[in-house]
């Protein structure tokens, strides 16, 4: 049977039950990241980017009564959202959002978020440039970016001869760092970065990086090496 290649917003909306399983699975790894964006977040109001059902910005300020939007490019996650109690809520796409959304809440968000892998579905390099620049601008001055990616260079998860696979593959491929992910008999795309590339992008595009930790995709810990977990920076927007 072929599969079909599918964009992010259909891929995302065909397997939301399958996603629901997957964080299950990832309990560990994803609440090491909630806690860390908890611990280090300073102000709002807060924009989740690629917020899905909402229910992880919630679950990290929920309790804070914050001011908190979520945008997806997917109207069904959105739609999802808005009934978990996300009221303020975007269809946009972050790397091509449009003028006047951009035009209303430029500088209105003291901390934005773009966790597990959202950054991951932007497949062209130059649209991952735009989408970083955006979330800058939307930024208030000196105000905060969370934001994670995949590290195919993760040895702890993929082990060593996928990683040097991956590895490879960066370096030969026409289109860097980009990769098929196949559930249920469709296909989707996805990026996986570096430690060196996932800084260069940050700071290419608007932001200085506080800190960058490695947390272990399988129970949560941080590692000192970037070999050993996914990437979660915390950046500042420049003055």
């Given at each position: ?27 560990l ?9 908890a ?42 959202a ?27 968000f ?18 991952r440039?735009?989408?970083i620049?955006n ?15 995949n ?5 702890g ?28 008999n469709s ?38 090496s ?13 003055l």
């Open positions: 049977m072929n599969m079909s290649v599918l964009s992010s917003e259909e891929f995302y909306a065909k397997n939301y039950s399958y996603y629901e399983d997957a964080k299950l699975g990832k309990t790894y994803m609440e090491a990241v909630n806690f860390f964006v611990d280090n977040f300073e102000r709002g109001p807060i924009l989740d980017v690629g917020c899905g059902d909402g229910l992880r910005a919630l679950s990290i300020f929920g309790k804070r009564q914050l001011d908190i939007a979520g945008m997806d490019s997917c109207a069904e996650m959105l739609e999802k808005r009934q978990n109690g996300i009221s303020n809520v975007f269809h946009e796409n972050i790397a091509s959002p449009s003028r006047g959304m951009m035009n209303q809440f430029q500088e209105r003291g901390t934005v978020l773009c966790l597990w892998n959202v950054l991951g579905h932007i497949i062209r390099l130059e649209d440039e735009k989408a620049g979330m800058s601008k939307l930024l208030t001055a000196g105000g905060m970016l969370f934001v994670d990616v590290n195919r260079l993760n040895v998860q993929y082990g060593i001869l996928r990683s040097l696979r991956n590895g490879l593959a960066g370096i030969f491929q026409k289109e860097k760092g980009i990769f098929t992910l196949p559930i249920n296909i989707t795309r996805v990026y996986l970065s570096t430690k060196g590339k996932f800084v260069n992008l940050l700071e290419k595009n608007g932001f200085h990086v506080e800190q960058l930790v490695y947390v272990n995709y399988r129970n949560g810990k941080i590692e000192k970037s070999l050993g977990g996914q990437l979660l920076a915390v950046c500042r927007k420049n």
